[in-house]
């Protein structure tokens, strides 16, 4: 809703600018021949090469457990592998350009990932089988997950639109995903007598799914062309068992079990491909991509809307502590996260000389980017002796509802567009919340009862830079791909003891949440009109 609202106001704004400039300022039109372009012709082999950047959001899930008590050992929340990282490949393919408006064509492509993630969480004993139910001492479990590349073979249907192409492309993919699991040290229950056990699995597989998405292509120079892409690609889930070394465990025997989610990927890229031969016959005299670029002028009023994918990567810790010892119960929360982006802008530019403009800009774009953990904590055993509560469970979450900046930017014209830096004061709304739900022995005279809960919603200022290529469409319309990363600091919460029935403290005990910067990265398309 809040989101809802501050679209409002800018669509208004937009519509206001938009009746005042129609009222005042003569609208100049670039004179086109066709409304796309003859000149080069789309059929043919290609290849080319590709950079981005991808992320996903599985979860993992851990149990230990022996034949009379199947989760004897288990982790009370899932693990969060969620992880996002770099992507760089290459692609070949063959489009027809069946008629002056229509390209079909398959593409093939492989892509080296950067994306992993790994989760670790204290193990938790429950009752009956543990009485007090414990946190057991280093007893941890673990979940990494990587996926080292991505293929696909897709179909590619696209309309000629300006100087480029803008298609929607699907079919078959690969993923080549390498899982590890763990868990340190079992209990009494599975170690034969408090004897450590060790209960790790691993794999290596290729797993089949499919990918979907759509780009923009744009011809540049003779057979060279640039893209901006979106691709998703789906693929299902694992589960891995293992056993304790027998030489390490007495009985009874136990299992381990490591459940990973489905693995849905989302990336963004730009790619540069060449074309390889012109096509006896093809038209070369008709509007090029150059001519395009020459005929219009970038100076001027302008606005649009943006669409994108945006994600952070921080670690945020909460620490429940008394005055005798400052940090009893303790847990680190994976709040990395990714979302959509969805929002506009608004800018002016001057066109200082034929190659270089110069201008500013402002936007604002709502995002889906948030994220929680819930952590089973740590105690200090100085202080525990391994006891704690059952359910002491610490909760964070974060949530970025909306990102604004106003920036400066200087470009240069290449091609039938405009290369471009910019930068400036950035602004983000966030909503940050912390919880521990049950406290322990010490901090109540009795086990349980006390929670700490905090939360805060900041607008916070910062900075944020980036870059991008913005190409003419027809008449006063642009497209743009952006990258843009933000910056902003983090934020504190404190919380004490809300009073219930249940909670009757005996020390001074308070709860801080702790968020470190945050910085966010996101890639996003953008269409333009300039009035």
Not at 91 to 106: D, E, K
Not at 317 to 328: G, L
Not at 350 to 377: H, L, M, N, R, Y
């Amino acid at each position: 809703m809040r989101f809802f609202r501050v679209w409002l106001v800018l669509a208004t704004i937009v519509g206001l600018v938009d009746s005042g400039a129609a009222a005042d300022m003569p609208v100049k039109a670039v004179p086109m021949k066709a409304p796309f372009a003859p000149s080069f012709s789309w059929t043919g082999f290609y290849v080319g090469v590709h950079a981005g950047w991808g992320g996903d959001n599985p979860t993992g899930a851990t149990s230990v457990g022996m034949a009379t008590f199947p989760t004897t050992l288990t982790s009370q929340h899932d693990l969060d592998l969620g992880a996002h990282g770099p992507l760089f490949g290459g692609h070949a393919g063959y489009n027809w350009q069946i008629n002056p408006r229509l390209v079909v064509g398959i593409e093939g492509d492989i892509t080296g990932t950067g994306i992993k993630a790994s989760g670790a969480q204290s193990a938790f004993c429950p009752t009956p089988f543990c009485t007090p139910a414990t946190v057991v001492p280093g007893a941890l479990f673990t979940m990494s997950q990587e996926v080292n590349w991505l293929a696909s073979i897709r179909g590619r249907l696209g309309t000629i639109w300006g100087p480029g192409l803008i298609y929607v492309t699907g079919g078959a993919a690969w993923a080549n995903v390498e899982t590890k699991a763990n868990i340190g040290d079992a209990f009494f229950g599975c170690g034969g007598g408090g004897i450590a056990c060790t209960y790790s699995a691993a794999s290596n597989v290729t797993k089949t799914g499919w990918a979907a998405g759509a780009g923009y292509e744009t011809a540049l120079a003779g057979n060279w062309t640039v893209r901006a892409e979106y691709l998703y690609y789906s693929f299902g889930g694992q589960t891995l068992t293992a056993g304790a070394p027998a030489a390490n465990c007495g009985a009874p025997p136990c299992i381990a079990t490591f459940t990973s989610s489905d693995l849905n990927i989302h990336t963004v890229r730009a790619g540069l491909t060449y074309k390889l031969g012109q096509p006896a016959g093809a038209p070369m005299a008709a509007l090029t991509p150059r001519a395009i670029a020459a005929a219009h002028s970038w100076s001027g009023l302008y606005a649009g809307i943006d669409a994108g994918w945006g994600w952070n990567d921080l670690t945020a810790t909460s620490v429940n502590s008394v005055a005798t010892a400052p940090a009893v119960l303790s847990a680190q929360h994976d709040l990395g996260a990714s979302g959509p982006l969805f929002g506009g802008h608004i800018g002016y530019n001057w066109q200082i000389d034929p190659k270089f403009v110069i201008g500013v800009e402002g936007d604002i774009v709502g995002t889906g980017i948030k994220a929680s953990s819930a952590q089973t904590p740590s105690c200090d055993l100085a202080f525990c002796q391994v006891s704690t509560a059952r359910g002491a469970v610490m909760t964070m979450s974060q949530e970025v509802n909306w990102l604004a900046s106003v920036r400066g930017r200087v470009g240069a014209v290449w091609g039938p567009g405009m290369i471009y830096a910019t930068g400036g004061a950035a602004w983000a709304n966030v909503d940050y919340k912390g919880d521990t739900g049950d406290a322990f022995f010490g901090c109540t005279t009795s086990v349980g009862g006390c929670e700490y809960p905090a939360a805060s919603n900041a607008t916070k200022t910062g900075w944020v830079a980036g870059g991008g290529y913005e190409a003419t469409l027809i008449g006063n319309w642009t497209v743009r791909a952006e990258y843009l990363y933000y910056s902003f600091g983090g934020e504190t919460l404190v919380a004490a003891p809300t009073p219930t029935a249940g909670c009757t403290a005996f020390a001074p005990c308070t709860t801080n949440y702790t968020f470190p910067d945050l910085k966010i990265h996101t890639a996003r398309a953008g269409v333009s009109y300039k009035f």
